[in-house]
């Protein structure tokens, strides 16, 4: 049985050195790379197998390119991981419609859980802050775009109670893949109110540090919301 060794292009060559660096720390977060010419007499390619090589890097996430400086590395994030699965998420959205069910009951799972542990750790400040995250949305009523960012906030706010830094990041993620279909949503007579006073219970129950009640007022807001999306073609 033949176990033929592929060719590997120039530029992927480059790569695997210039992230060897990055990951022993000889190029840290927030350090510059070399510049494209520094890069070509260290490896003796051409221009072409370094740009690929650093637009690479760019997709991937671990560099940023500013148009005339040298590419920068990126210090990583819980947002930023997330961030680089939305692409492929919302294309299996858009393509395989069994996913949007799929992503509705990871949603509910994980609210939930997110729900019932700010009911258990958060303090008088972060309750208060949910609270003004209500008003604020309140107030953002006129403005449908400026409404639904305020829902996912309201939403995020919660998750980061937890003191994860990657549940926020996934609650959002989720929140801005289905979003397409949840503009109609808010449209329907009467929606913006009842999700005041969803969000409105949840808070109620987080303050009086009732875990059950607030995992409970979460399950039943986002299941409200997923009959509604039940009854919308995916696009």
Known sequence: MSEIIPRRKLYQ?????????????QIPPGAQL????????????????????????ERSGFVEIVHGERARVIEPTADRLIAQIASGAMHILRTQPDM????????????????RMAAERATQEQI?????????????????????????????????????????????SMFRWASEYYQTL?????????????????????????ADA??????????RANELYGQLSVH
């Open 34 to 57: 070399p510049s494209e010419r520094e890069l070509m007499e260290l490896y003796g390619v051409g221009r072409p197998a370094v740009r690929e090589a650093l637009q690479a890097m």
């Open 128 to 172: 208060a802050r949910l609270r003004e995250s209500i008003a604020q949305h309140r107030a953002s009523m006129v403005n449908l775009e400026e409404f639904i960012e305020r829902d996912m906030a309201f939403h995020r706010e919660i998750a980061d109670i937890s003191g994860n830094p990657i549940f926020p990041s996934i609650v959002e």
């Open 13 to 25: 060559e480059v790569l695997d050195r210039l992230m060897e660096r990055i990951r022993s720390g």
């Open 100 to 115: 949007l069910r799929h992503l509705k009951e990871a949603r509910v799972f994980l609210e939930t859980s997110t729900a």
């Open 186 to 210: 808010v449209r329907a007579p009467g929606a913006e109110e009842l999700t005041l006073a969803e969000h409105q219970r949840i808070v109620d129950a987080i303050a009086l540090h009732d």
């Open 214 to 223: 607030a995992a409970e007022a979460m399950r039943s807001h986002l299941l």
